[in-house]
C-alpha cells in the first residue's frame, strides 16, 4: 500500500509536536499534575485501538529506564538507550551522571527485566549508534566510541572519534545517531 508523502509529512510533523509539548511540559520550572494524577502504563495499554492480528505490550518503564533521548536495537534483541535525567543542563552542583543502558529480556515475557549500565557519567548524549564492536555516543562537543574489551557489559574503553562541536546550546549538538548507505 502506498501512502502518499503528504500523510507521511503531517504525521511526522504531528508526533513531532506531540514530543516537543511533551518535553516543555516535563522541563517547566512550574508545578504540574503530581505523578498520580498520570495514566499508569496498563491504563495507557487498554487506550490502544489495535488491528486484529496484533498486540502491544509495555517493554520497559520508569523506574528500570530514565527519560529516554534515543534507542537502537542490537542484533541479540536487546535495546540500548541513552538517558539524561539533565537535559538539557545541568542545575548548579549538580554531577552528570547520564547512561547507556542496555535493557534485556532474559525469560521471554516480552518486558524488559535485566538492565545494564553500559556507560555513566556521561553529560547529555543525545544520541547512539552500534558498531565496530561498540557503541557511538553524541554527547556534547563530542562523538564518543565506546567498548566492551573484557565482556562485562560495561564499556571500560572510550575513544574521542570527533570533537568541536558547538555549545551554545544543547539543541544544537551532535544527536540522533543512524547509520545510512554512505
Known sequence: MKIPHQNWATAAVTA?????????????PYPGPAAEDY???????????????YEVNLFASEPMIGPPIQIQFDPAGRLWMV???TYPQLVPGEKPNDKVTILEDTDRDGRDDK???FAAGLMHPTGIALGDGGAYVAQGTELLHLRDTNADGTADQT?????????GDTHHNLHTLQWGPG
Do not use: N, Q
Open 16 to 28: 513531532f509536536f506531540i514530543a516537543a509539548t511533551a518535553y516543555f511540559i516535563a522541563a517547566s
Open 39 to 53: 495514566p499508569t502504563p496498563e491504563a495507557e495499554l487498554r487506550s490502544f485501538k489495535v488491528a486484529e492480528g
Open 83 to 85: 538517558s539524561s535525567r
Open 115 to 117: 538492565g545494564t549500565d
Open 159 to 167: 575513544r574521542v572519534v570527533l570533537s568541536g562541536f558547538g555549545t
